[in-house]
């Protein structure tokens, strides 16, 4: 029998219990059995739908109140000493202080899990870092199913990944594979617990084994699972590895003493084969074969054609189906969409059905696709359907993203050329002064934005709220004497979702939630077919805003690669071909900005790091296309026309060439956290266009000084060419409220001013 298997689900609930439940007991409104009870109830509902689905393994452990590396770091003790932490049961509250830190203490870090956008929180290793059983969670959560007749297959963040994700703080400097005999001590314990008390099989998961890793790591894992097999021999260990092929590690997974190996196949089919050719004889594959990443149907026939070949050269018993990876990153339920076109609904899976074709993916493995003929049939008809539907494809958009000729990819002269003639057509001082976009979106704004898309404002009323709301910014910007001003994005839901309701190609859904951080959850739109652009999607705003004022008034859109990095993309074509189309788009509008008397348009790109492979050999081809396309949608305008970008994360130097290739005119950054560390790449590369470093960090609700930005715009003068430098604050201020932007704005300007005076003395 080939078995299906699941390795983790979203925990939120369809209606987001979780997260409300969660955010009112952090009010202080819900009580924590509230909280416990909603927890508890996510739970048994989850198990009760993949034991209806028909589902072998179901896993448990994947549960959490805020993050599952987390848990992992409760259970195993590792807890920072700021949390002055008693060494007993780590509550509820002393938990969520780790997450999110309190009045009194400080939150952990939170980062990126993988090329995911969920946040995980990053473990913390002292100097004498130990490790010591010091959590329940996992066994309650196994005994609980196991109450309700479900034998769940717990789930644990493996030894070797957690000491990867996790960071070693000041002063520990020791390599962490030191740590390994002290945690593979207490992972033993964990699963001798669960043995104990009747797991029969348990997941580890070890995403690191899919990515680049040093020699020492590598026989960290050797050392680790050996450690914990002495002390939990008989326990039956599922290795999962996701999100990437395993590649060179292949052989080193291999000789681990583990009963089976998953393996992501649609993140990377092609590693089934090598991986049959020397599959080990006493293991068992797990076949990644239904998209936990992407909201698409599987193609039944395409996935029985691979599995085959696992189940025709290991046997029916050493084969399980499974999902490439944890359900968390879907959405749960695509029957909850009821506004959704049917047609795109047609060819959409979210968790819920997911399991339905794990399911049915085991049984036309085991019993021969004959016993699924109905389910097969159903899928060829979605897949010829999303091949010839001209809901998808666009051939006008199709032709135009070939014929992309190599003078679209390049401005018509060179920056020196081009500096010249922005200087004279805008006029700007030294250390001109701007923002990166977004004003404060006030109670008012939001609520005429929601009040226009219900239906209960009409058209006319909100462009008349916006417009009263745009010249509030604009003139505010000219009193504060701001040099290039910008419109203030009161318009806008989101960076990417304001450009996808515009465009075609785009849908989205009513409740397609997924986990983010914590409580927050985000619902990404969806691209479904060839991306175009129907009409101006940002001239009207833009234009109204210049007609405004006398001084150049900045267009603002987000980029072609951050609109395709933060939405569900299009499993049928390569994202290289998704985002040259919707560059394509983005250039038009940079072309009409520029038509409507627009002479400074930037495009901000906050996405294009996190869009780096997950393996480093990987990174040149995608970063050679995504300079292509920022390219290909900012280039189509004149000499004179200045074009910004804005990033706002701290790490250039993996990317620094790539970001001298946009070959923007001025780039915005995050630097004042750090400051003015972050201009180092900038400084080395001799990053030759102008650049703003941010001088005032907007995460922070402090208000820094006139003095304090002058120190930071010295540091960077001293660095770089004073000639070169803007002056901005590092992101967008939308979440800022107005009297903090008035202060620090104006003590900004101030700033410049100082510079500009400093430097005209320096020059008399
Ligand atoms: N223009 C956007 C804003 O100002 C940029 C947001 C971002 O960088 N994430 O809000
Ligand atoms: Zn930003």
Redesign the pocket.
């Known amino acids: 029998m080939v078995l299906a298997t699941n390795l983790g689900f979203p925990r939120i609930g369809i209606d987001r219990e979780l997260k409300k439940a969660t955010e009112s007991y952090w009010k202080g409104m819900g009580t924590r059995d509230d909280l416990l009870n909603t927890a508890r109830e996510l739970r048994l509902r989850h198990w009760k739908m993949q034991k209806e689905a028909g589902l072998n393994h179901i896993p448990s452990n994947d549960f959490s109140f805020y993050d599952h590396v987390l848990d992992m770091s409760c259970l195993l003790g590792c807890v920072p000493s700021r949390y002055k932490w008693d060494g007993k049961a780590i509550d509820l509250d002393l938990y969520f202080a780790m997450a999110r830190g309190n009045d009194k203490v400080t939150a952990m870090e939170m980062t990126k899990w993988f090329d995911t956008n969920y946040h995980y929180i990053v473990p913390e290793f002292e100097p004498d870092q130990t490790f010591r059983l010091s959590g329940t969670k996992i066994f309650d959560e196994f005994e609980e199913a196991k109450k309700e007749g479900v034998m769940t297959r717990p789930v644990l963040v493996g030894p070797i990944s957690y000491l990867l994700l996790g960071r070693k703080k000041a002063g520990a400097d020791y390599c962490r594979c030191t740590l390994v005999p002290g945690l593979a001590a207490v992972y033993g314990e964990i699963l001798k617990g669960l043995r104990d008390r009747g797991a029969e099989w348990v997941q580890i998961d070890e995403p690191f084994l899919a990515l680049d890793l040093e020699d020492r790591y590598k026989d960290a894992y050797k050392t680790a699972y050996k450690l914990i097999r002495a002390t939990a021999p008989d326990i039956k260990i599922m290795l999962t590895t996701y999100f990437e092929a395993l590649g060179d590690n292949l052989d080193l997974a291999s000789g681990l003493p583990v009963q089976g190996i998953h393996l992501d196949l649609r993140r990377a089919p092609g590693q089934l084969e090598p991986a049959l050719k020397k599959f080990p004889a006493d293991k068992i594959l797990s076949l990644g074969l239904v998209d936990g990443r992407n909201i698409w149907k599987n193609n039944l026939s395409v996935s029985l054609d691979l599995a085959e070949k696992a189940v025709a050269a290991l046997g029916k018993d050493r084969v399980f189906v499974a999902p490439s990876c944890s359900l968390l990153h879907s959405p749960i339920d695509l029957t909850q969409e009821t506004v959704l076109d049917a047609g795109v609904k047609s060819w959409m899976a979210f968790a819920r059905q997911k399991l339905d074709e794990i399911a049915v993916l085991a049984k036309g493995l085991g019993e021969g696709r004959s016993a699924i003929s109905a389910a097969l049939e159903e899928s060829d008809k979605v897949a010829e359907d999303r091949r010839t539907s001209a809901r998808i494809h666009n051939q006008g958009v199709k032709k135009r993203v070939q014929s992309v000729s190599p003078d679209m990819l390049r401005r018509k002269n060179p920056f020196s050329t081009r500096r010249k003639q922005q200087h004279e057509a805008l006029g700007l001082p030294a250390y001109p002064t701007t923002s990166?976009?977004?004003f404060p979106q006030t109670e008012e704004i939001r609520k005429a934005r929601a009040a226009f898309k219900k239906g209960s404002l009409d058209e006319a009323a909100y462009e008349k709220a916006m417009k009263k709301e745009i010249e509030h910014v604009v003139r505010w910007q000219e009193k504060a004497d701001m040099d290039v001003l910008v419109h203030g994005?009161a318009e806008r839901n989101d960076?990417v979702e304001y450009f996808g309701e515009q465009l075609s190609g785009f849908a989205f859904t009513k409740n397609g939630w997924v986990q983010s951080y914590g409580s927050r959850c985000v619902k990404p739109p969806v691209i479904f077919g060839d991306v175009s652009r129907p009409a101006p999607m940002t001239v009207k705003w833009s234009a109204y805003a210049q007609s405004l004022t006398a001084k150049p008034m900045k267009g603002?859109l987000t980029g072609p690669i951050t609109i395709l990095c933060w939405s569900f993309v299009r499993d049928d074509q390569s994202r290289e071909e998704t985002c040259r189309q919707i560059a394509l788009a983005i250039r038009d509008e940079v072309q009409d900005l520029e038509k409507a008397g627009i002479g400074v348009i930037?495009i901000?790109e906050?996405a294009i790091r996190e869009g780096l492979p997950l393996r480093r050999r990987d990174w040149g081809p995608y970063l050679k296309w995504a300079v292509d396309c920022f390219k290909l949608g900012t280039t189509g305008v004149e000499d004179r026309t200045q074009i910004h970008t804005?990033m706002?994360y701290s790490q250039f130097n993996d990317i620094i060439d790539s970001v001298g290739a946009l070959d923007a005119d001025v780039i915005s950054i995050e630097t004042s956290r750090s400051q003015m560390m972050l201009l180092d790449a900038f400084v080395k590369y001799k990053y030759p266009n102008e650049i703003g470093p941010g001088v005032w960090d907007i995460h922070s609700p402090r208000i820094p000084s006139a003095g304090e930005m002058t120190d930071l715009l010295e540091k960077a003068a001293a660095v770089i060419d004073p000639a070169q430098i803007w002056v901005n604050p590092d992101?967008?201020?939308?979440t800022r409220g107005w009297k903090e932007v008035e202060a620090a704005l104006n003590n900004m300007v101030a700033a410049a001013k100082l510079m500009r005076a400093k430097k005209q003395s320096a020059a008399a």
Request: proline share 7%; charged share 20%; aromatic share 0%.
């Open positions: 990166i976009g977004s994005e960076m603002m930037q901000d906050p804005h706002c992101c967008g201020l939308k």
